[in-house]
């Protein structure tokens, strides 16, 4: 891993000691979701291999140290749940990525240079939360759309996932519209301007949802 900065180093040690934040280490194998804010503090802490950022087209990050450039998946897309408008919504090409990327992750998680995948979004609750939901349904076609929902909002309270990007991924991996009615099963998660980071496993036992 190439060296991060103090910056990065001073936030992660401002997260970890801030009331409430929760003080884990997570292994291969797992799904990291968060905010833009705690991406620096993640990659020092849980040595992720790949990343994906789901940002506005104008505030896309470059790829952070630490992350090789290849295993860095940038989609510039608005937090909206319409195609119509001016702004720059999800597409099936966009979930393609993610389906795609997900597996090829998952592929390198028998090999040395594996480490968890962690996913963010401006603040951790929208579009990150949706494209864990698909990493999932996508890794997992023999478990229950509506168990590994569940296990999101069990992991993170404040989840609400993007309905749009759901919708495609449903299409997309033949769910017959199972994902959606899974996600809308939840209601809205906790009202917060930020998530905080969890994670959650990329391929969980049928038995422990």
């Known amino acids: 891993m190439h060296r991060v900065g103090w910056f990065a180093r001073l936030a992660f040690y ?10 884990f280490k997570v292994g291969v194998g797992m799904i990291l979701i968060g905010p833009l804010s705690s991406v620096d503090a ?4 849980h040595g992720p291999s790949h990343l994906i950022s789901l940002l506005d087209p104008e505030t896309m990050i470059e790829t952070p140290p630490g992350i090789a450039p290849e295993r860095h998946l940038k989609l510039g897309i608005n937090d909206v749940t319409t195609s ?18 997900s597996h090829n992750w998952a592929g390198a998680q028998g090999q040395e240079e594996g480490g968890p995948l962690l996913v963010h979004c401006w603040a951790g609750i ?7 939901f698909v990493a999932l349904c996508a890794l997992n076609d023999h478990l229950s759309e509506l168990a590994l929902a569940r296990m999101i909002r069990a992991e ?8 749009l990007m759901v919708a495609l991924a449903d299409e997309l991996l033949g769910r017959r519209g199972r ?14 301007w930020e998530g905080r ?6 391929r969980p036992e049928a038995d422990a949802l």
């Open 156 to 163: 993170g309270a404040h989840a609400h996932p993007n309905l």
């Open 14 to 23: 401002c997260t970890c000691y801030r009331p409430g934040y929760d003080r």
């Open 179 to 192: 994902m959606c009615a899974a996600v809308e099963a939840l209601g809205p998660g906790r009202v917060t």
């Open 197 to 202: 980071l969890f994670s959650v496993p990329a």
């Open 84 to 101: 119509e408008g001016f702004l720059a919504a999800p597409a099936h090409d966009h979930v393609q990525q993610i389906i795609d990327f």
């Open 126 to 132: 929208s579009r990150s939360t949706a494209t864990a």
């Open 42 to 45: 993640a990659i020092i802490a």
